[in-house]
């Protein structure tokens, strides 16, 4: 019995004082009150879609992981694009050149899709990365990076790392300096790209001119208050995440450490736990109704705090990653149009003006 309990209390300290690391609670704020605005009448039909979702997130395994990257995948390939997509293959490196009419191949902006880290592709994700093309008139490289649990966490992290170094000196048509490099990512990608921000200012590369996360996963603790409150409130990560809201936190860091073979605290998976200072300006974008709206205003806080350029825009009742609804959701060109006007603000862009 002795042991036992020595056992259970080494159990729980190693649990709070090493995979939960600090509580950051202290960066809760009470959520500003806008007035309230009804979604646009095309959420119906972006919410009806969303159904296939919740319906193919269920199931075991790889079977689950199957279908969530079909669903996807699905997404993206059943639209139409004005952009070229440029497929890229090496043993380094995967992913596909998104290139607009006039594109500028100095101008360069590399994209990290989301999917949870087991799901997502360039394919998927073409709707944004097709908008943030016409939208800027730059060179978009959508990475193709390596997912779970076919790989290891830290092995998508690496791809990004690559890539970025590679964009740095090549573009769509070769070998050439970059003269403008911006990273964005939603989601998944979104935490790949904040995490990412800090190993280039680490390693004393070049910085990014500029970054975009739309509702950005920045914390592996898993701890927001946001992942449990709204998951009656977000029709994508609800369904698919919302159980996690009801196993303790104790059970899921030591899920996520087990899963990505690295320490929940570990800032090249958490960048909301690592410093947040010297910092290229940075937009994040996330709904006010989703699990990871925590995540968001946490991560900027921490980012304002350090005196980095750091900026938060929310809005009201929209789905994760409501962007990849475009032209559609009215909601999704609001967001791009200020995307366009934060990097008009910070780097020389050829903005299109869209009626």
């Not at 202290?26 to 009150?33: A, E, H, I, K, N």
């Not at 059970?251 to 200072?277: C, E, K």
């Not at 967001?335 to 020389?348: G, H, I, K, Q, T």
Request: hydrophobic fraction near 45%.
């Amino acid at each position: 019995m002795f042991w036992l309990a020595i056992t259970i209390v080494a159990f729980v300290m190693f649990s709070y004082m090493v995979l939960r690391g600090e509580n950051l609670s202290y960066l809760d704020q009470p959520v500003p009150q806008h007035s309230y605005r009804a979604p646009s009448d095309a959420m119906r039909s972006v919410l009806a879609s969303l159904s296939e979702f919740g319906e193919g997130s269920h199931g075991r395994g790889r079977q689950r992981i199957h279908a969530i990257r079909g669903f996807m995948d699905k997404m993206g390939a059943e639209r139409s694009y004005e952009s070229e997509f440029l497929a890229l293959s090496t043993p380094d490196l995967r992913g596909e050149w998104v290139l607009a009419p006039n594109h500028d191949s100095g101008r360069r902006i590399l994209y990290l899709h989301g999917g949870a880290f087991i799901a997502g592709s360039p394919l998927s994700h073409r709707a944004i990365t097709d908008r943030l093309a016409r939208l800027t008139g730059a060179s978009v490289f959508a990475l193709d990076y390596r997912l779970m649990p076919e790989h290891k966490r830290i092995e998508g992290i690496e791809d990004c790392r690559r890539a970025y170094r590679w964009m740095l000196e090549n573009g769509p048509d070769g070998r050439s300096p970059a003269e403008t490099l911006v990273v964005a990512g939603d989601s998944a990608g979104g935490n790949l790209t904040l995490s990412l921000l800090a190993w280039v200012r680490d390693q004393g590369f070049r910085q990014a001119d500029a970054a975009i996360a739309l509702s950005p996963a920045t914390d592996a603790v898993l701890d927001a208050p946001s992942l449990r409150d709204n998951v009656p409130t977000d029709p994508m990560l609800g369904p698919a995440f919302g159980a996690l809201a009801k196993v303790p936190n104790i059970f899921v860091l030591w899920y996520t450490w087990a899963t990505s073979r690295m320490l929940p605290t570990d800032s090249r998976i958490s960048p909301l736990r690592g410093s947040l200072a010297d910092l290229p300006p940075i937009l994040v974008q996330a709904s006010d109704t989703e699990m990871l709206l925590d995540d968001a205003r946490r991560y900027v806080a921490k980012a304002q705090a350090a005196e980095s350029p750091v900026v938060l825009q929310t809005w009201p009742d929209m789905v994760h990653v409501w962007q990849m609804f475009t032209p559609e959701l009215e909601e999704a060109e609001e967001a791009f149009a200020n995307m366009a006007e934060f990097l008009d603000s910070v780097v020389p862009t050829n903005v299109e003006q869209a009626a």
